[in-house]
């Protein structure tokens, strides 16, 4: 409980001056003591629901310049102009908290964002550290498991998790940053003191309308959000690489750039193994060779990712960054993120994320070198989402993979028909069958493979569920997978 005063500079009328004990933008979640964000959103708008909240106790509003308020609502709170009420909520949220771990590593990027926050708290926690990761598997940690279904939560979930990781003994947070959250105002009033980016690709445009824009959502998180002083953990391999540094022009901020281009994490050499594959990178003047346990080139890159996240804490020491490399060898995979199924008599089967057109060209192209024969894979796209990457993510799949199964992925309101017309389209390029139905779609897969193939099933993951209509059905591609090996193997 704290005195609006403290948390936002506004005039106090009369000596009126709220003790407030609760922040929210929904008004349904109002209590007494809380303060409500009139939030203007994509399907409602929170100016509608002021007179609900106050009812329900709100003793301040934060609102927009020109809001006008019922005369018996006026005198019974306080009300808070802001051009922002989105992001006047995030800030009042970092000083009603007002606590996150020490050291807090924000990471953005298309692609990689999951797979790079848990492998910087494993490199962490191997270090001996109390450490989290926060995002789309939501909290993962010592002592700390939550689930959560967005990648960025709204700004008041974000800080209470923050304050109450440190109140645990939390030290270091890896935490993802969407451009949604990042375009909404979720993480301002966050302290990050490294900031990393992993790539960029075609993602999220029906929300953000181009390329352009998504660029600039992502680039908020440095901009604005990185601490002066901080540390940008950049991929130089990328196109984007040259704008991300301009925009820390000015901002004292250290540069940590990664990749085959990069002057502080070089990667020199990458070998496939049984296992995994073997690297070579140069740092702190240095090279090493490693056994990475991790199938991909772009886990290799979320790899050196997340050691640069690491080590930015202790840069200009160059033995402790050397004793820090080693800790790739321990990495295990993120559930959803190529996670090997086990079991198949003579085949391989993977379950992957990847729902974007970059992600699934990578996840082929990283398992090529592991396939003695057919590579195949199961992808859909979902509904009410971009429309434009369908026949993009079908010739993809086709063309790229020996065979392509086009099958249905939350197809929430529209006509999952359409949505498989749109990619079988894009696969006439190359060898595609059409299977609506996902759970037979993924038996007739598993079926099929024989000795030396490998399938993947991606779009997914770790989800949990198969969005029809307003249903979510219970469905795990994982599962799923496990099932038709089990019936395979009778």
Known sequence: MKKLS???????????????????????????????????????????????????????VVALPGTALLPEVAERVV?????NPRRALAQIAARFYDSQPRVLAAVTGTNGKTSTVHFAQQIWRAMGLKAAC?????????GKAQTGSLT????????????DLAASGITHLAMEASSHGLHQSRLDGVK????????????????????????????????????????AVLNADIPEYRDLTSRLEGRACRIISYGEKGSDIRLLHQKPTPSGQQVTIAVAGQEMTLSLPLVGRFQVMNALCALGLVIAEFANDPQKVLATVPYLEK????????????????????VDYAHTPDALERVIEALRPHTAGKLVCLIGCGGNRDAAKRPVMGRIAAV?????????????DEDPALIRRAMMQGAAEGNAIEIGDRRMAITQAVTMLEEGDVLVIAGKGHEQGQ????????????????????????
């Not at 009300?79 to 051009?83: A, C, G, S």
């Not at 900031?195 to 998504?214: I, P, R, V």
Request: charged share 20%; net charge negative.
């Open 192 to 231: 990050a003191s490294v900031a990393g980016f992993t790539s960029f690709s075609h993602d999220h445009l029906d929300y953000h309308g181009n390329m352009d824009d998504y660029l600039i959502a992502k680039a908020h998180l440095f901009s604005d959000i990185l601490q002066h002083g901080g540390t």
């Open 6 to 60: 403290t948390l936002i500079d506004v005039p106090v009328r009369d000596g009126f001056d709220p003790v407030i004990n609760g922040l929210t933008q929904d008004s349904r979640k109002v209590r007494e003591g809380y303060l409500f964000a009139a939030v203007p959103g994509h399907k409602d708008d929170g100016h509608r629901f002021i007179t609900d909240a106050v009812r329900h106790g709100a003793v301040a």
């Open 152 to 163: 960025t939560p709204d700004s008041v979930a974000l800080h209470a998790t923050l304050a």
């Open 467 to 490: 969005i029809i209509g307003e249903r979510v059905e219970p469905f795990d591609d994982a599962a799923e997978a496990r099932r038709a090996i089990a019936e395979l193997r009778g």
């Open 79 to 83: 009300l808070v102009p802001h051009e």
């Open 134 to 142: 926060l995002g789309t598997l939501g909290v993962v940690g010592s």
């Open 331 to 350: 990495l295990t995979g993120v559930p959803g993120r190529l996670q090997w199924v086990e079991g198949h008599p003579c085949g391989a089967v993977y």
């Open 400 to 412: 790229e993979a020996d065979l392509a199964i086009i099958t249905d992925d939350n197809p929430r």
